[in-house]
């Protein structure tokens, strides 16, 4: 199943030439539950989805979310066993997403808050929160100057 979020679809090839500076690919186990977090908590949008993928897009940037299978062919594949963990050791860092809001919608839908919203010396608010695939995410919004 294919769906686009746009009046106008894209080819693979023109997707991928059209993408810019970092990017992020997420192995997930259900790219339905995935969706449902960047979606529901962190306030992100579907550009494109299939069952084993999905192109996301945050404040303009891309990310994107793979299931296991859809590496079948890649060299990474035969790293992805069952029980591994994904996202111990790495940072999400969501900017100009309001962490009060992220964290009171992902309290709301059951997810893990692993630190709540506190303004940060580094000039942000931010929160911690965990998806179901182990991913930390941390919303964050600039905190104005001090006088």
Known sequence: MVRWAMDTPVS?????????????????????????????VLGASVFFRTDVFAAMKLHGADFMF????SYKGNEL?????ADAPRGVGVELRCYH?????????????????????????????????????????????HLPKAS
């Not at 997420?26 to 960047?38: E, G, K, P, Y």
């Not at 911690?128 to 964050?140: K, N, R």
């Open 66 to 69: 793979h299931i296991p299978a």
């Open 97 to 141: 997403v309001d962490p009060d809001w992220a964290e009171a919608n992902a309290r709301r839908l059951g997810y893990t808050v692993l630190a709540g919203s506190i303004d940060k010396p580094h000039g942000l608010r931010e929160c911690m929160l965990l998806d179901d695939d182990g991913f930390v995410w941390i919303p964050s919004r």
């Open 12 to 40: 693979a090839p023109d997707y991928g030439r059209s993408l810019q500076g970092l990017g992020i690919n997420l192995i997930v186990s259900n790219v339905d539950r995935a969706i449902h977090f960047a979606t529901e």
């Open 77 to 81: 594949y035969g790293t992805l066993v």
